[in-house]
């Protein structure tokens, strides 16, 4: 049995850092009764309810694929095992979704194949038992191969999955509502029957009813995928026989690292240099605006590109720095998220810049200033505060136009790493699949689906979040 050593790359730790100061900022906003209100509007809200429960599931799948490790690889024939257990690592870097969905990862097949298919999507030419050659569809090694006559079988097993995958989903369905239930009722101190029918009519609290039915729709399409995926490739395979649903999980992780941890840097930039134009005036403002002109003066995408091909440079010149393909895939998403953060800070600084105009002059602000209170405490005190919910709302706002960023990149060969899975990267293959004759294309339909959701749902609780914390919609 091999054992297994935990490895965390810098894109794994930045995600969870992230992770740990947005739960502690919800901890510490049960400090500010504007701040509670603004949160509990946001949770009266159906559609804000309904698109954070399906980032949540995004959000679950990409912390599973952000905790990697290596496995320690079997002594050779005769060796005898050290008494310290020093084995050689694999230089292949896993994660816990890897493991989790090991039969897609796993089941590879010799190139495309048809979503739920049990034959290859080309013909080719197969040499009978008496030497003879002719063209057909040869079987899959992994999709359908229990069938024996999948000619006939085919149909009634697919429906017969389905079903149990739907009654998976009704039990795991069922199973969380009478935990929510039971959290309820112990909250609000009332029946279990009370807070049933509180939940179901909508009545006070959280939109849990819209939690539940967006949870059931999920399940009701989790379940019958989870249970097609262990026999067929449900969204088909793609040049080299990988199962594309596989991959299309695997991309959720790149999206969510490209969409949060740019906000470490557009976050400190944008906030610091939009407040110090805005409240200092003078040369200082006269300098933050000629900056962000300048970057705004250059088109994006060129900026974005001589950015990437240098680090590009830098990390062909040190392959001493990596000791795994996977460090080196995550170094240039690293570089990629510090790029863009670097070139999209511009938007946000203006806008702080604005209200920072309007604040100063305000009488509080002030009255400060004339009782000889610090420019630095009146930023932190005065200043600062009242900007939060535009930086906020920005933040969000901004997650889906990142997350569409990195497929435009990929597609145009200047975005992640060749070897790293992304939206962008699956779109950018399906170019040549749209080519050929007959047309592949699931994969180019998978990635669109998973992206479209994804973005859908940060669209519309951006929306939500924008009203609830925007004074002026109040």
């Given at each position: ?11 794994d730790l930045?995600?969870?850092g ?5 739960l502690?900022a ?5 400090r ?6 603004a949160?509990?509007r ?7 309810m309904?698109?954070?429960t ?9 912390l599973?694929d ?11 024939g005769g ?7 020093r084995r050689?690592l694999?230089?292949?870097v ?12 796993t089941?590879?097949e010799?190139t495309?194949?048809a979503p ?6 080309a ?9 003879s050659?002719k063209?057909?569809?040869p079987r899959l090694k ?8 999948p ?7 697919i429906?017969?999955?389905?079903g149990m995958?739907?009654?998976v ?7 969380f509502a009478a935990?929510?239930v ?16 509180a939940i ?6 959280p939109a849990?009813?819209a939690v539940?039915a967006t949870?059931g729709v ?6 019958p995928?989870a249970a097609?995926?262990t ?18 999980l695997?991309s959720?992780r ?9 906000t470490?840097?557009t976050l400190?930039?944008?906030v610091?240099?939009?407040i110090?134009?805005g ?5 200082v403002?006269?300098?933050?605006q000629?900056?962000y ?5 250059i088109?994006g995408v ?7 091909l ?10 001493e ?6 460090e080196?895939a ?5 570089a ?5 953060g ?6 946000l600084c203006r806008?702080?810049r ?5 604040l100063?002059?305000?009488?509080y ?9 610090s420019?630095t405490r009146?930023?932190?005190?005065h200043?600062l505060p009242?900007?939060m919910h ?7 706002m ?8 990195e ?15 992304s939206?962008?990267?699956?779109i ?7 080519a050929r004759?007959?047309?592949?294309w699931?994969s180019?339909v ?6 479209f959701?994804l973005v859908?749902?940060a ?5 939500v ?10």
């Amino acid at each position: 049995m091999t054992g297994i050593q935990p490895l965390v790359l810098w894109t794994d730790l930045l995600l969870f850092g992230l992770l740990a100061c947005t739960l502690l900022a919800g901890w510490s906003v049960r400090r500010s009764e504007p701040m509670r209100a603004a949160w509990r509007r946001v949770g009266e809200s159906s559609v804000g309810m309904t698109s954070l429960t399906i980032l949540m599931v995004f959000l679950l799948v990409g912390l599973m694929d952000s905790l990697h490790y290596r496995e320690r690889l079997a002594p050779a024939g005769g060796e005898q095992l050290a008494a310290d257990d020093r084995r050689q690592l694999s230089t292949e870097v896993r994660s816990a979704l890897d493991a989790l969905a090991a039969p897609l990862r796993t089941r590879v097949e010799k190139t495309y194949s048809a979503p739920l298919a049990y034959q290859l999507f080309a013909r080719q030419t197969v040499e009978g038992p008496d030497g003879s050659q002719k063209r057909e569809f040869p079987r899959l090694k992994h999709g359908g191969a229990d069938l024996k006559y999948p000619e006939h079988e085919l149909d009634g097993d697919i429906v017969g999955r389905i079903g149990m995958g739907l009654a998976v989903a009704a039990v795991a369905w069922i199973v969380f509502a009478a935990v929510l239930v039971k959290v309820v009722a112990m909250s609000r101190r009332v029946p279990a029957g009370a807070a049933w029918r509180a939940i179901w009519r909508g009545k006070g609290g959280p939109a849990w009813r819209a939690v539940l039915a967006t949870l059931g729709v999920m399940l009701l399409l989790i379940g019958p995928l989870a249970a097609l995926a262990t026999e067929y490739h449900v969204f088909g395979t793609d040049k080299v026989g990988q199962d594309v649903l596989f991959l299309t999980l695997k991309s959720i992780r790149t999206a969510l690292v490209i969409g949060t941890l740019t906000t470490l840097v557009t976050l400190p930039l944008a906030v610091a240099l939009g407040i110090m134009a805005g409240y200092l005036g003078g040369w200082v403002d006269d300098v933050i605006q000629y900056i962000y002109t300048v970057l705004n003066s250059i088109p994006g995408v060129l900026l974005i590109a001589a950015a990437v091909l240098m680090m590009q440079v830098v990390i062909d010149t040190h392959p001493e720095w990596f000791e795994t393909a996977a460090e080196r895939a995550d170094a240039r998403l690293l570089a990629l998220c510090l790029i863009l953060g670097m070139t999209s800070w511009t938007g946000l600084c203006r806008l702080l810049r604005g209200e920072t105009l309007k604040l100063r002059e305000l009488e509080y602000v002030q009255a400060a200033r004339a009782f000889g209170v610090s420019t630095t405490r009146i930023l932190a005190r005065h200043v600062l505060p009242n900007l939060m919910h535009l930086v906020l709302i920005a933040l969000v706002m901004d997650f889906s136009g990142l997350v569409l960023a990195e497929a435009v990149l990929s597609y145009v060969g200047i975005g992640v790493d060749p070897g790293t899975v992304s939206f962008g990267t699956m779109i950018n293959a399906a170019r040549m699949e749209l080519a050929r004759e007959p047309m592949v294309w699931w994969s180019l339909v998978a990635a669109f689906i998973f992206m479209f959701v994804l973005v859908l749902a940060a669209n519309l609780f951006a929306d939500v979040v924008r009203d609830a914390f925007d004074p002026r919609a109040s």
